[in-house]
C-alpha cells in the first residue's frame, strides 16, 4: 500500500493560515497598521475603496526594509520581534508570530515599497498567491507602502462570505480606531473613496477620544489613575448619564493591546453599581500597562484574547479603580441615608426644623424628616390597608353569582365584571375582526401594556412592540414611494457628529430625507438640519438621529438591506416607550392603527405585539 501523508505545498499551506488570520477586511487593516507601528512609524494612513474589498493600502514612515528583509517578510514565520521561546513571555511589540504578510499574500494581490532612510533606493515587490511575481529597484519614499488589492480574489468562497460594503466598513472602522487610541501620540489619517473620513493630529488621550468619538464625549470624561505593584491603570469613563443602547464605545487595551473580555467589563459593570438603566453600556477606554510575564498574549491569531495569571486580582483592582475615579469626582451617591434625597421615603413638608436644644444645628436636624406620633402612624396604616382593599365589598355578590353558574343557572356575562367604571371602550368582533366601540376605555398597566375589552376576554398589548409596528410599516411606505411629511425649521441646524457617524450618516442620507427630514452636508463632519418629521415635532433633532444612528449600526449584522435596516432604527427610535403614559384616546388610535398593519401580529424585531386571554382560559384558571 502507497503513503498517504505528504506535505501540503506552501501556497496551500499560508491559505490555511489564513482563514485563521484573514478573516474580512479589518484584519487587513490591523494587521498592517500595527507592523507600521513596530516599524516606529509616526505618521500612517490608511486607504481603503470599496470598504477593503478592492484595495487596502497602509502608507507609513518608518524604518522601512532592506532588499533581503522584504522578500523574507511574505516567508510564513519570518518575523524580527522574537528569536527564541522565552521571549514569547517578554513581548513589547504588536506583532510577533509571523504569519500576517505569508497569509494576506496567499489570498490577495499584495505590492509593496519600502526603503530604509540610508539607502538611496527603495524595493518593490509584488506578490499574488504566495508567488512572487516581480521584484525590483524602485524610487520610493522612507518608510513602507503595502497595497493589498482584491482580497480573496483567489477564494471565491471566502469572498462570497464577506458582508454588504456599510457592514466591512463598520469593521474597517473599529479596526482603525483601536489601534488609533492605543497610539495617541502618532498621527493617522483614513481615506475611503477618495474621501477622508480621519484625520488625526499627534496628542494626549483625551484629545484623541474627542477627535474620535466628537466633542460631546468630552464634558462626560472622568479620568481614571492608579498604579500598583503588580499593574497601572490609566484612562477615562463616562459618567452614568453618558451610556449607549449599544456597544462599540467599550475599550480595554493591555500594554497598548487592545483586547476583548467580557471579564473585565463585568468588573468596570459592577463599579457603576446601580447608577446604569437596564441593558445599557458605560463608555469607558481603559490601559492596563502590566509586566509581560504575568499575562500570555499567544492564545488566538488575532491577539485579542489574553490570559492573566492573576485574573481575580486583576478584576479587583479595576472594579475599585474606576469606582475611586467616579467617587472623586462626586459621581456616586453618598452614603447618609438622612441626607440622601434618593432614600427619602416622604419629602419634609416644612423647609428646615426648629433645634430643640441650644446647641447649633446639625445637618442632620435640617433634613430629617419629622417623626410620627404612633397614633398618627397607625391611622395613617389604616387608611392605606382600607385604599388597597376599597372596591372589594361586591365580592360577596360576585360570589353569590359563581355559586349559580357551577349550578348552571348563570352565564359567561357575569365574568364581565367591572374593572374601571368608564363611558365607552373598544370591542372586537370576532367574526370580522374589526373593532368598534363598546362600553369600556382601554387602560394602561405600569405604563407598559394596554388592556383592550373584545367580546371573548380581553387583549393585553405591548405599547412600545405596537408602536413599533405601527411606524415600521409607515416608514418602510415613506421610502417605498410616500415620503413623509417635513415640518420646516425658522432657525436651521448645524450638528456636529463623530467621525463615523457623520461617513454613515453621509452614505444614508438620501433614505434619511425620505423619512420627513431636511438636512445637507455642511462640509466635514457637520451637517444641517432644515426640517424634521411632521409627527416628531418637538422631539430633539440631534437626539432622535444619534438614536437612529446607533440602531441602524446594531442592525447592521442582520443584513436587512439599507431601507429595511433604517425603517426598523426610524421605528425603534421614535415609537412610543414602555412608561410613558398615554391618554384613552391615544391608546385608541394606537389599537386601531396596529390592526390596520398589514403584520399586526409582531415588531420589526419578533416581539409579540398583543396576547389574547380568552374568559374561558380565564375561568380556568379559578377553578380548583
Same mark, same amino acid.
Given at each position: 500500500?502507497?503513503?498517504?501523508?505528504?506535505?501540503?505545498?506552501?501556497?496551500?499551506?499560508?491559505?490555511?493560515?489564513?482563514?485563521?488570520?484573514?478573516?474580512?477586511?479589518?484584519?487587513?487593516?490591523?494587521?498592517?497598521? +500595527?507592523?507600521?507601528?513596530?516599524?516606529?512609524?509616526?505618521?500612517?494612513?490608511?486607504?481603503?475603496?470599496?470598504?477593503?474589498? /478592492?484595495?487596502?493600502?497602509?502608507?507609513?514612515?518608518?524604518?522601512?526594509?532592506?532588499?533581503?528583509?522584504?522578500?523574507?517578510?511574505?516567508?510564513?514565520?519570518?518575523?524580527?520581534?522574537?528569536?527564541?521561546?522565552?521571549?514569547?513571555?517578554?513581548?513589547?511589540?504588536? !506583532?510577533?508570530?509571523?504569519?500576517?504578510?505569508?497569509?494576506?499574500?496567499?489570498?490577495?494581490?499584495?505590492?509593496?515599497?519600502?526603503?530604509?532612510?540610508?539607502?538611496?533606493?527603495?524595493?518593490?515587490?509584488?506578490?499574488?498567491?504566495?508567488?512572487?511575481?516581480?521584484?525590483?529597484?524602485?524610487?520610493?519614499?522612507?518608510?513602507?507602502?503595502?497595497?493589498?488589492?482584491?482580497?480573496?480574489?483567489?477564494?471565491?468562497?471566502?469572498?462570497?462570505?464577506?458582508?454588504?460594503?456599510?457592514?466591512?466598513?463598520?469593521?474597517?472602522?473599529?479596526?482603525?480606531?483601536?489601534?488609533?487610541?492605543?497610539?495617541?501620540?502618532?498621527?493617522?489619517?483614513?481615506?475611503?473613496?477618495?474621501?477622508?473620513?480621519?484625520?488625526?493630529?499627534? !496628542?494626549?488621550?483625551?484629545?484623541?477620544?474627542?477627535?474620535?468619538? %466628537?466633542?460631546?464625549?468630552?464634558?462626560?470624561?472622568?479620568?481614571?489613575?492608579?498604579?500598583?505593584?503588580?499593574?497601572?491603570?490609566?484612562?477615562?469613563? %463616562?459618567?452614568?448619564?453618558?451610556?449607549?443602547?449599544?456597544?462599540? +464605545?467599550?475599550?480595554?487595551?493591555?500594554?497598548?493591546?487592545?483586547?476583548?473580555?467580557?471579564?473585565?467589563?463585568?468588573? @468596570?459593570?459592577?463599579?457603576?453599581?446601580?447608577?446604569?438603566?437596564? $441593558? /445599557?453600556?458605560?463608555?469607558?477606554?481603559?490601559?492596563?500597562?502590566?509586566?509581560?510575564?504575568?499575562?500570555?498574549?499567544?492564545?488566538?491569531?488575532?491577539?485579542?484574547?489574553?490570559?492573566?495569571?492573576?485574573?481575580?486580582?486583576?478584576?479587583?483592582?479595576?472594579?475599585?479603580?474606576?469606582?475611586?475615579?467616579? %467617587?472623586?469626582?462626586?459621581?456616586?451617591?453618598?452614603?447618609?441615608?438622612?441626607?440622601?434625597?434618593?432614600?427619602?421615603? /416622604?419629602?419634609?413638608?416644612?423647609?428646615?426644623?426648629?433645634?430643640?436644644?441650644?446647641?447649633?444645628?446639625? @445637618?442632620?436636624?435640617?433634613?430629617?424628616?419629622?417623626?410620627?406620633?404612633?397614633?398618627?402612624?397607625?391611622?395613617?396604616?389604616?387608611?392605606?390597608?382600607?385604599?388597597?382593599?376599597?372596591?372589594?365589598?361586591?365580592?360577596?355578590?360576585?360570589?353569590?353569582?359563581?355559586?349559580?353558574?357551577?349550578? !348552571?343557572?348563570?352565564?359567561?356575562?357575569?365574568?364581565?365584571?367591572?374593572?374601571?367604571?368608564?363611558?365607552?371602550?373598544?370591542?372586537?368582533?370576532?367574526?370580522?375582526?374589526?373593532?368598534?366601540?363598546?362600553?369600556?376605555?382601554?387602560?394602561?398597566?405600569?405604563?407598559?401594556?394596554?388592556?383592550?375589552?373584545?367580546?371573548?376576554?380581553?387583549?393585553?398589548?405591548?405599547?412600545?412592540?405596537?408602536?413599533?409596528?405601527?411606524?415600521?410599516?409607515?416608514?418602510?411606505?415613506?421610502?417605498?414611494?410616500?415620503?413623509?411629511?417635513?415640518?420646516?425649521?425658522?432657525?436651521?441646524?448645524?450638528?456636529?457628529?463623530?467621525?463615523? $457617524?457623520?461617513?454613515?450618516?453621509?452614505?444614508?442620507?438620501?433614505?434619511?430625507?425620505?423619512?420627513?427630514?431636511?438636512i445637507a452636508e455642511f462640509g466635514g463632519n457637520a451637517f444641517v438640519v432644515h426640517g424634521t418629521p411632521a409627527d416628531l415635532a418637538g422631539v430633539?433633532?440631534?437626539?432622535?438621529?444619534?438614536?437612529?444612528?446607533?440602531?441602524?449600526?446594531?442592525?447592521?449584522?442582520?443584513?436587512?438591506?439599507?431601507? $429595511?435596516?433604517?425603517?426598523?432604527?426610524?421605528?425603534?427610535?421614535?415609537? @412610543?416607550?414602555? !412608561?410613558?403614559?398615554?391618554?384613552?384616546?391615544?391608546?385608541?388610535?394606537?389599537?386601531?392603527?396596529?390592526?390596520?398593519?398589514?403584520?399586526?401580529?409582531?415588531?420589526?424585531?419578533?416581539?409579540?405585539?398583543?396576547?389574547?386571554?380568552?374568559?374561558?382560559?380565564?375561568?380556568?384558571?379559578?377553578?380548583?
Amino acid at each position: 500500500m502507497t503513503d498517504v501523508i505528504q506535505l501540503l505545498p506552501d501556497n496551500v499551506a499560508n491559505q490555511i493560515a489564513a482563514g485563521e488570520v484573514v478573516q474580512r477586511p479589518s484584519s487587513v487593516v490591523k494587521e498592517l497598521m +500595527e507592523n507600521a507601528i513596530d516599524a516606529g512609524a509616526t505618521q500612517i494612513k490608511l486607504i481603503v475603496r470599496d470598504a477593503g474589498k /478592492t484595495l487596502i493600502q497602509i502608507v507609513d514612515n518608518g524604518c522601512g526594509m532592506s532588499e533581503t528583509d522584504a522578500r523574507m517578510s511574505f516567508e510564513r514565520h519570518a518575523t524580527s520581534k522574537i528569536r527564541e521561546s522565552k521571549d514569547l513571555f517578554a513581548i513589547h511589540t504588536m !506583532g510577533f508570530r509571523g504569519e500576517a504578510l505569508a497569509s494576506i499574500a496567499a489570498v490577495a494581490q499584495v505590492e509593496m515599497r519600502t526603503r530604509r532612510a540610508t539607502d538611496e533606493l527603495g524595493t518593490r515587490i509584488a506578490v499574488e498567491s504566495s508567488m512572487v511575481k516581480a521584484q525590483e529597484p524602485c524610487q520610493t519614499p522612507a518608510g513602507t507602502s503595502i497595497a493589498v488589492k482584491n482580497l480573496f480574489y483567489n477564494v471565491p468562497a471566502r469572498r462570497n462570505f464577506l458582508k454588504s460594503d456599510p457592514v466591512e466598513m463598520r469593521h474597517v472602522l473599529d479596526e482603525f480606531q483601536r489601534v488609533a487610541m492605543a497610539n495617541p501620540d502618532l498621527f493617522f489619517s483614513l481615506h475611503h473613496n477618495d474621501q477622508e473620513i480621519f484625520h488625526l493630529p499627534p !496628542g494626549n488621550l483625551r484629545q484623541r477620544i474627542v477627535k474620535v468619538f %466628537g466633542d460631546a464625549v468630552n464634558k462626560k470624561l472622568v479620568p481614571v489613575q492608579e498604579e500598583t505593584d503588580i499593574l497601572k491603570i490609566t484612562g477615562f469613563v %463616562g459618567k452614568p448619564d453618558y451610556f449607549k443602547k449599544t456597544r462599540g +464605545e467599550q475599550l480595554f487595551f493591555v500594554n497598548k493591546r487592545f483586547i476583548k473580555s467580557s471579564y473585565l467589563h463585568h468588573a @468596570v459593570v459592577n463599579a457603576y453599581e446601580d447608577l446604569l438603566p437596564a $441593558d /445599557t453600556f458605560p463608555f469607558y477606554v481603559l490601559f492596563l500597562d502590566i509586566d509581560p510575564m504575568r499575562i500570555d498574549i499567544n492564545v488566538h491569531p488575532t491577539k485579542q484574547e489574553i490570559k492573566f495569571d492573576d485574573e481575580k486580582l486583576v478584576y479587583n483592582y479595576l472594579k475599585v479603580t474606576v469606582r475611586h475615579a467616579l %467617587g472623586s469626582h462626586n459621581i456616586t451617591p453618598t452614603l447618609d441615608f438622612e441626607q440622601e434625597p434618593a432614600f427619602q421615603a /416622604t419629602p419634609t413638608k416644612t423647609p428646615f426644623l426648629k433645634p430643640q436644644s441650644d446647641r447649633p444645628p446639625s @445637618v442632620s436636624d435640617y433634613s430629617r424628616p419629622p417623626k410620627q406620633p404612633d397614633d398618627q402612624r397607625h391611622a395613617d396604616n389604616l387608611r392605606h390597608w382600607q385604599d388597597l382593599y376599597e372596591g372589594l365589598a361586591a365580592v360577596d355578590k360576585a360570589d353569590a353569582q359563581q355559586g349559580e353558574m357551577e349550578r !348552571g343557572t348563570g352565564s359567561n356575562e357575569i365574568l364581565n365584571f367591572e374593572v374601571r367604571s368608564s363611558a365607552e371602550t373598544t370591542a372586537m368582533d370576532d367574526e370580522s375582526g374589526s373593532f368598534s366601540k363598546g362600553q369600556k376605555d382601554p387602560y394602561q398597566i405600569h405604563g407598559q401594556y394596554i388592556v383592550s375589552h373584545i367580546k371573548s376576554g380581553f387583549l393585553l398589548i405591548d405599547q412600545q412592540a405596537a408602536s413599533e409596528r405601527i411606524l415600521y410599516e409607515r416608514y418602510l411606505d415613506a421610502l417605498g414611494s410616500q415620503p413623509i411629511a417635513t415640518q420646516k425649521m425658522l432657525f436651521p441646524r448645524t450638528i456636529e457628529f463623530p467621525a463615523a $457617524d457623520a461617513a454613515l450618516l453621509r452614505d444614508i442620507l438620501q433614505e434619511v430625507n425620505c423619512l420627513g427630514f431636511e438636512i445637507a452636508e455642511f462640509g466635514g463632519n457637520a451637517f444641517v438640519v432644515h426640517g424634521t418629521p411632521a409627527d416628531l415635532a418637538g422631539v430633539s433633532e440631534e437626539t432622535l438621529l444619534e438614536k437612529v444612528l446607533e440602531q441602524y449600526k446594531d442592525n447592521l449584522e442582520l443584513e436587512l438591506g439599507t431601507q $429595511d435596516n433604517l425603517a426598523r432604527a426610524m421605528a425603534r427610535s421614535a415609537a @412610543v416607550k414602555r !412608561g410613558q403614559p398615554l391618554a384613552i384616546s391615544e391608546m385608541q388610535d394606537l389599537i386601531d392603527q396596529l390592526f390596520a398593519c398589514s403584520v399586526p401580529y409582531s415588531s420589526p424585531s419578533g416581539r409579540n405585539c398583543f396576547i389574547t386571554f380568552e374568559l374561558t382560559e380565564l375561568q380556568k384558571r379559578f377553578t380548583r
